[in-house]
C-alpha cells in the first residue's frame, strides 16, 4: 500500500483538496471523482 499523510486547512473546498491529493500521490486527474461524507455525495 503507498499513502501520504497531508496537512491542509480546514477551510479548503472539495475541489482545493481534490488538487492535494493529485499532487501529493502524483496522479495526473485523469479519472473521474467523488467525496462522500455523512451520505452526501460531492463530485
Known sequence: AIWRRVEVDDDLSFEEFHQVIQVAMGWDDA???EFR???????
Open 31 to 33: 479519472h473521474l471523482h
Open 37 to 43: 461524507v455523512a451520505g452526501l455525495r460531492i463530485a
